[in-house]
């Protein structure tokens, strides 16, 4: 498309890719070397090597075919220089494509899990946040997530721990989330926990309506009080849904390329971009986790243009809905806008 440099010249914000989910195998592999973790070859060929699990990466058979590779592959970060050298590679390729404010997930139940400590994970974010403001220009968030496939008191536990150790107050976390398996954990499941951070004026977002139901958005507005969904790609299966969430300004933090990846539709061309730019929702197109979902920010962007060829007019409403809907600073939001 010849809209592709103004694409890449487009200032970008990023609201959904999770850290850990940029790993790419060639760092995955020197970091398992270096801190001695074995990848489970014996039981999966595809961890031979870089080669064989780039390809295995490919293709996914769902959601959680993917979080089988994506949970084996963090268990290779094991020091705050690890986290940092993951981070620093994400923001740097982001810069590159003119991403001028990116808000990271990261799951620490994953990590505290493996005996890495919370400070070691917040070492090494804050190590890469700090260089990419200083030498890109970025301005960077970090949003802790929950694992749905955990039970509720794990949940509350790692936000205890995060919260008593003044991350939420400092500004080093600038919200909660929840991601991991959909369908068995609908967002109802959670209503402790979105309350407890409501109650601490704490931001809350969730994923909902990637492989589940419309009623999973439903419920995450409703027993949640989400200020944001991360995907919400099946709202537009709910018309009422649909109409609440352009009312309430919500915004939908899209991953075209991770839904063609994890089958959650069949083609780009299946994506409901028209249906949500009619409808007047606001939305940011993001890139989920570009290591295994074949691309970064851009080639999301590219990939929308190449198969419903906005025009600029559009493209600059979508990348002023995205600066709107950021968690930064007032002050932040007018250099971007
Ligand atoms: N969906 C749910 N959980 C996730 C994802 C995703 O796309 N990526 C990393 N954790
Ligand atoms: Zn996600």
Redesign the pocket.
């Known amino acids: 498309s010849p809209l592709h440099p103004f694409l890449a010249a487009l200032p970008k914000c990023e609201h959904h890719m ?1 850290i ?2 940029s790993l790419e195998p060639s760092l995955l592999f020197e970091l398992a070397a270096k801190n001695g973790i074995a990848l489970p070859v014996d039981k999966d060929a595809a961890f031979a090597s870089v080669e064989s699990l780039h390809a295995r990466y490919q293709t996914f058979q769902n ?1 959680d075919d ?2 089988g590779y ?1 949970y084996i592959a963090m268990s290779a970060l094991v020091d705050a220089a690890d986290f940092e050298a993951l981070a620093y590679a994400y923001f740097a390729k982001a810069a590159s494509q003119n991403v001028r404010h990116a808000e990271v ?1 990261f ?1 620490p139940q994953a990590h505290t899990s493996r005996g890495v400590s919370f400070s070691t994970m917040v070492a090494g974010l804050k190590a890469a946040q700090r260089r990419a403001q200083a030498e890109f220009n970025m301005s960077t968030e970090l949003i802790m ?1 929950l694992l ?1 496939h955990l039970p509720l008191p794990d949940a509350m536990k790692t936000f205890e721990e995060a919260k008593g150790a003044g991350y939420f107050a400092d500004g080093t976390f600038a919200a909660i989330g929840m ?4 369908k068995p954990f609908p967002p109802k499941m959670w209503e402790e926990l979105f309350v407890a951070a409501k109650e601490a004026g704490i931001r809350r977002t969730t ?1 909902a309506g ?1 492989e589940g139901p419309a009623d999973y958005v439903v419920q995450a507005l409703d027993v949640l009080d989400a200020q944001r969904i ?2 919400g790609l099946r709202s537009v299966e709910d018309e009422a849904l649909l109409k609440r969430l352009v009312e309430q300004k919500t915004l939908l933090t899209l ?1 075209p390329l ?1 839904n063609v990846k ?1 089958q959650c539709i069949g083609s780009v061309a299946e994506f409901p971009l028209r249906k949500l730019l009619d409808a007047g929702v606001r939305f940011s197109i993001n890139s ?2 570009p290591a295994y979902f074949g691309g970064y920010i851009l080639e999301n962007y590219y990939a929308l243009q190449d198969n419903f060829g906005l025009t600029i007019r559009e493209w600059e409403g979508i990348a002023q809905g995205s600066v709107l809907g950021s968690w930064c600073s007032e002050e932040r939001k007018q250099e971007l806008l």
Do not use: I, M, R
């Open positions: 999770h850990e989910g959601l993917f979080l994506y997930f799951d997530c749905k991601d991991s398996s959909e994923h990637e991360d995907h991953c991770s994890l989920d986790d």
